[in-house]
């Protein structure tokens, strides 16, 4: 909208200069300033934000429908089809199957600890390295999300989590299970891809 980038622009621009140049009367704008919001647009604004976080922490993958869910979960009151809307508003689609999708992909991956494994994965003794890592796998009812903690030297598997949502919380729980169940008893190297779940505040509190 032309009144909210003048809003947002008026530190660096005159109110009037940006009005003729995106050809808006100044009336206009400063009308629009004085005009709050309805109620109904403003509870839409605050549904897409909690409809945003919830698709993000899916992996972009739900639908309106799962959408839905989250939101009921967190106390919310609305129907499926008002979902839909917002969804659509926000530009958020389900994604369908496993395939990504082409493109460049600019940038460095996260590094936030020195890769001590770098891929030496014959190990002598258990409880020297754990590697961990996220699946997720196709239902029914949407996408369920499995986090899993490896010993390398059994290579069995000794924790694992499966939850809706491929949060901080998924490799946390399966982490503590993988500790509750071995109760190692000298440190132990927890190898990951450092997506953004083994990077997070509360995952590194653990270490």
């Known amino acids: 909208m032309r009144y ?5 622009h008026r530190s660096q621009f005159s109110a009037r200069v940006m009005c003729r140049c995106l050809q808006v009367h100044p009336s206009g704008y400063y009308a629009w300033q004085k005009a709050p919001l309805s109620n109904r647009a403003q509870e839409d604004h605050r549904q897409i934000e909690l409809i945003r976080k919830a698709w993000a922490d899916s992996g972009k993958v739900y639908g ?7 939101l009921c979960d967190q106390g919310e009151t609305c129907c499926p089809n008002r979902v839909a809307r917002l969804a659509k508003l926000a530009g958020i689609k389900a994604q369908i199957g496993y ?27 258990p409880d020297q390295f754990w590697v961990t890592d996220i699946t997720y796998i196709k239902t029914l009812e949407g996408f369920a999300y499995l986090a899993v903690v490896i010993d390398l030297f059994s290579r069995r598997v000794i924790g694992w989590s499966l939850q809706s949502r491929p949060t901080t919380e998924l490799v946390l729980q399966a982490l503590l299970a993988a500790v509750w169940r071995r109760k190692p008893k000298h440190r132990v190297v927890v190898h990951s891809d450092q997506g953004s ?4 505040m509360d995952w590194s509190a653990l270490f």
């Open 197 to 200: 779940q083994f990077t997070s």
């Open 64 to 70: 309106y429908r799962k959408l839905h869910d989250d």
């Open 4 to 8: 909210a980038f003048i809003a947002e």
């Open 99 to 125: 395939k990504r999708h082409p493109g460049h992909y600019g940038g460095k991956p996260s590094l936030v600890v020195d890769n001590t494994l770098d891929r030496q994965f014959d190990v002598e003794e």
